[in-house]
């Protein structure tokens, strides 16, 4: 058992928000605070702070409470990412085996991407960043990919503060990333030589899912010397192909 004391403001939050999920039909403050344990005027504040960040809403007939679609797109975002995890693990260990590199599966945030699952090589020299690890948009592959297909906020991230200088090779200057991005649109497939740490390169390509946004990115990671700054055309093709059979598992539709 975890020995961290939980919030209460938020365990009564989430009680309300699953009380109305299971509701057939609008609740009122009565109905909330006999199925959560708490006094009316709780409840009504916990209903007013669901209400000013749009998860509920209230009829102004009845002034009853029931849910609003916003949590409908959570639940999808988060299926879409379970999917997306899951159809590009089946070819983890062929593209491993293919190229003889570690492979990482990567997912866009607002502020990076962030590696939700990896494949190490099977080499005396581990090269290798745990499942949780965030890389800067300007500083990784994978990060390019996304500057590169993603959404247009995520430029947000990079344009609105100094970016960090990881080694002497890490893109700082805007017009040049601007550059770099600009080419991975190009050719679909991106590089991150030296920038996020000496002797060390990244090759990313993106996956789609079925609406055609950005769902991940597919990378394979190995030292400079076995990812070259322009790397073998053999190994841009294998990391595209499987990007792209994952995309086309997903639903998406490529030219």
Excluded: C
């Amino acid at each position: 058992m975890s020995d961290i004391v939980p919030i209460q403001s938020v365990a009564t939050s989430l009680a309300i928000l699953e009380t109305m999920a299971d509701a057939q039909g609008p609740v009122g403050v009565s109905e909330l605070a006999r199925a959560v344990g708490a006094t009316k005027p709780r409840i009504y504040r916990h209903l007013r702070t669901l209400l000013d960040n749009q998860y509920v809403m209230q009829d102004p007939q009845t002034d009853k409470y029931q849910l609003t679609i916003k949590l409908f797109h959570l639940g999808q975002s988060v299926a879409e990412q379970i999917e997306f995890l899951s159809e590009a693990r089946r070819f983890m260990e062929g593209l491993r085996e293919q190229v003889n590199q570690t492979v990482a599966i990567g997912q866009i945030e607002d502020h990076g991407v962030r590696i939700l699952d990896i494949l190490k090589n099977r080499s005396d020299i581990e090269i290798t960043s745990p499942p949780g690890t965030l890389f800067d948009f300007h500083s990784s592959a994978q990060g390019k990919v996304a500057l590169a297909f993603g959404p247009k906020h995520l430029w947000d991230s990079v344009t609105n503060k100094p970016l960090k200088q990881w080694t002497e090779k890490t893109v700082t200057n805007i017009k040049k990333l601007k550059e770099d991005v600009k080419l991975v649109q190009q050719q679909g497939w991106a590089v991150a030589p030296e920038e996020a740490l000496i002797g060390i390169n990244a090759l990313a390509a993106p996956v789609f899912e079925k609406s055609g946004l950005l769902a991940g990115t597919i990378t394979i990671v190995g030292s400079i010397q076995h990812i070259a700054p322009v790397p073998n055309p053999d190994l841009v093709t294998a990391v595209k192909n499987v990007a792209r059979q994952v995309s086309q598992r997903l639903g998406a539709i490529l030219d």
